[in-house]
């Protein structure tokens, strides 16, 4: 059945059809026709946020949040151009967006009319695809056909740039089906692969599972499978930042998060395993430290289901393409198949050697005296919020790490952190999409005063839709992971990495309408955190901390995961000139 | 061309060999890739590579199928195998991108070229141009008393041959379309 409308009317109708219920954008110019469609409904909720960049963000925190697409609507040239840094962070953690942007009309494409800028040449880079949709019959069809390919296979941003003129014209609306378009990523991997990895699995003797945000992408079925695929077979399993959730926190094999601040047992165990096996991961550099030292002896499987990540940085001796959900159903089939093997004895003798390592208490601090520890604020947010049914963004730097090392997470879809790109800025925005998403959910951003201050004007949002996000700065009027990386490579030079004529944080929330708690002496934390977890509605929380703590661990650049620092006193000299180049 | 039906990203058992040997070699591989015939799709193709650090040496482009709204665009390039591996999957998860295929691995192919060369001169030079010009069979396109534009069809070598000997004859211009490919047999 097709109808007739306008371009505009079919924006509306094809997002109620991919059953979209919330939209964050923000208006202008060129998308004025689509804007008076959303006036005319009520079935898609409308988010205005006060700046592009944070409609892209809340869409984010939506779509990881709750595994649908998430939407946002700009106008064309600054609201596009502003929509670049969300979209380049959806790329990089293959987050599923929908970006519509408005355009001049066709005949002025090319004409440097008022807000014209070139959105799918700006946006290609930083799209799994994009469109310039120039007849109005092929609107629809668009649309939909966006949705797919931002959800098929590795899930990424998607771009749909409409002009004037089409929003006002009138065309067929059709409606969606199954894509036929060629389009169509392979899920299943190759069982070949998948019997060999099975084999590899049954004699591994200090086997470790590897996990990422392709776990949480395929969706919570590969959790499930995830978890019982761990548990069956023993082995321990260590995650990327982005991974966090996809294996209980609290789970009898969970070692800890891997990586640059990860834990010493997961790096360890990463070095001196025997087999790898990478589930939806992608040995980012953040992961793998130096290349050429990265887990010398093991055995390596990659499930992945982008082949151009399966030997990019590290060759793997198992390459299996498909979705971790697919894959991961067919390794139990197989394994229990052949008679659910391991090899037990050694693979208690490799747990007990991470006992060993987890000893050492990477992640122990000592708070004492006034002034509140980052770590311990953080240790007391995860002791008070646990049992809340709780949604952590971040933003970018020390904190975020540290959120990643103290608080726990015990399911997928909790987590929303920007990763790959890391996109000081990202965690506020991101909370509100993630608290639309979930309305009586307790959701906190945990952030660090700078990065918070890159999209503070979204605190406009958060009160007018009442919101009741929490903003839990950790303040040390520091740029601290900038300070931490100038103390280490550039001689104690603090080139321009502290928060000078910082607001008054409590006036601030107050002059958005909102509540603002202050909290400096550790004797307040837990009452603090408590009356900022019973306020019904959005607060700041400016908990001032050590100015100086850095985050430990630390596998400095260019050297590998058994040469961890585990603190200050191991800081002297530790980056060679070519270890000071990488970022 | 029946390996053109092989699945995008499939297996080891398909174009993208996932088990390549690794080693520092810089190779060079004539690719063809098979897109949609949309605004913008070379441009997604060549952003790729530049954003990516990969080398150009030629690329061609053009319409092959009507119907199917499918171009097939040509592409030399160098580097070591790990970097040609990455390439083809790269190339692969472009959305308009239906079909990749690295020709110097499913080989042998045979690979063509199209210049032409403007040669200008007078006298002997004019002379031993055209000779020569009849050796390599490249044929006279155009011609004045002082100047000859020959267009000469073959593989990369032979066009660069024929273009060391036209230049101390008076080579003034040459255009080179860049080289079409296509694997041997059925």
Redesign the interface.
């Given at each position: 059945m097709t109808r007739e409308m306008t371009g505009a009317k079919m924006v509306v109708q094809a997002l109620k059809d991919q059953g979209v219920d919330t939209v964050f954008g923000y208006p202008g110019g060129a998308v004025l026709p689509i804007y008076d469609e959303i006036f005319l409904q009520n079935d898609i909720r409308h988010i205005l946020v006060r700046h592009e960049q944070g409609a892209v963000h809340a869409a984010e925190g939506y779509a990881r949040s709750t595994g649908k697409p998430g939407v946002a609507l700009v106008t064309s040239g600054p609201g596009a151009t502003n929509a670049v840094t969300g979209l380049t962070d959806a790329l990089l953690d293959s987050i599923p967006i929908v970006v519509l942007t408005g355009q001049v009309p066709t005949f002025m494409i090319g004409s440097d009319a008022f807000q014209e800028a070139d959105t799918?040449?700006i946006t290609?880079?930083c799209t799994?695809?994009n469109w310039?949709v120039k007849e109005t019959d092929t609107l629809a069809a668009t649309i939909h056909e966006a949705f797919h390919?931002a959800t098929a296979g590795?899930p990424g941003p998607v771009l749909i740039d409409i002009p004037k003129d089409v929003q006002f014209a009138n065309g067929e609306y059709q409606p969606p089906k199954p894509s036929a378009s060629?389009?169509q990523?392979?899920v299943k991997g190759?069982m070949?692969?998948i019997t060999e990895l099975v084999a590899a699995i049954e004699t591994a003797k200090k086997p470790v599972f590897y996990t990422g945000g392709g776990v949480i992408n395929s969706g919570p079925a590969a959790s499930q499978l995830l978890r019982e695929l761990v548990d069956a077979t023993g082995f321990p399993i260590t995650s990327t930042l982005m991974g966090l959730g996809a294996y209980p926190a609290s789970g009898d094999n969970w070692i800890g998060m891997l990586g640059m601040h990860g834990l010493y047992e997961a790096n360890m165990a990463m070095h001196d395993c025997d087999l790898m096996i990478n589930i939806g991961a992608r040995f980012d550099d953040r992961i793998t430290g130096r290349i050429d030292a990265f887990s010398p002896n093991s055995k390596k499987a990659h499930i992945d289901i982008?082949?151009?990540s399966?030997?990019?940085v590290i060759?793997v001796d198992i390459?299996i393409?498909g979705d971790v959900a697919h894959v991961l159903e067919d390794i139990l089939k197989v394994w229990k198949s052949r008679g659910r093997k391991t090899d037990s004895a050694n693979v208690a003798h490799w747990q007990a050697q991470i006992s060993d390592w987890r000893k050492v208490n990477c992640l122990a601090f000592t708070q004492e005296g006034k002034t509140i520890k980052p770590q311990h604020a953080l240790a007391r947010l995860e002791e008070l919020t646990k049992d809340h049914d709780r949604y952590i963004t971040t933003e970018v730097g020390q904190h975020q790490m540290w959120a990643a090392q103290y608080l726990g997470f015990e399911d997928p879809n909790r987590w929303m952190t920007s990763g790959g790109l890391g996109t000081m800025g990202y965690g506020f925005p991101a909370s509100i999409g993630v608290q639309m998403a979930h309305p009586d959910a307790l959701v906190i951003n945990v952030a660090g005063e700078a990065s918070w201050l890159m999209n503070m004007q979204e605190m406009g949002t958060a009160t007018q839709y009442r919101l009741p996000v929490k903003q839990f700065i950790l303040n040390n009027e520091r740029l601290g992971m900038v300070r931490q990386w100038q103390e280490l490579l550039h001689g104690e030079r603090y080139s321009h990495s502290w928060s000078e004529a910082l607001p008054d944080f409590v006036k601030l929330a107050e002059a958005f309408g909102a509540k603002g708690i202050l909290c400096s002496d550790p004797a307040d934390l837990d009452d603090a955190i408590m009356e900022m977890i019973n306020y019904d509605g959005p607060v700041i929380f400016d908990c001032l901390v050590e100015k100086h703590e850095n985050c430990f661990p630390m596998i400095p650049s260019g050297k590998a995961h058994n040469e961890m620092l585990l603190g200050e006193a191991e800081t002297q000299g530790v980056i060679d000139s070519k270890g000071s180049v990488l970022v | 061309m029946s390996a053109l039906h092989i699945k995008k990203g499939a297996t080891r058992h398909s174009a993208y060999n996932l088990r390549p040997n690794f080693s520092d070699v810089q190779e060079r591989h004539t690719i063809a890739v098979l897109v949609e015939n949309e605004p913008g799709v070379l441009a997604r193709v060549i952003g790729l590579f530049s954003g990516r650090g990969y080398n150009i040496e030629s690329l061609t482009v053009a319409e092959v199928d009507h119907t199917g709204h499918l171009s097939r665009i040509t592409i030399v390039t160098t580097g070591t195998p790990q970097v040609i591996e990455q390439i083809k999957a790269q190339l692969g998860r472009i959305v308009s991108v239906h079909e990749v295929h690295d020709l110097t691995v499913e080989g042998p192919s045979v690979e063509r070229e199209l210049a032409m060369l403007k040669v200008v001169g007078d006298g002997e030079k004019r002379v031993e141009a055209l000779r020569l010009a009849d050796i390599f069979r490249a044929n006279v396109v155009d011609s004045t008393l002082n100047s000859f534009v020959f267009e000469i069809t073959g593989a990369p070598d032979k066009i660069d041959a024929f273009a060391d000997l036209m230049r101390p004859l008076g080579l003034a211009e040459i255009a080179r379309t860049g080289v079409a490919a296509l694997l041997r047999g059925d």
């Open positions: 799918v040449g290609r880079p799994k695809h310039l390919v590795r060629h389009y990523p392979i190759d070949e692969e982008d082949p151009s399966i030997n990019k060759r390459p393409v | -």
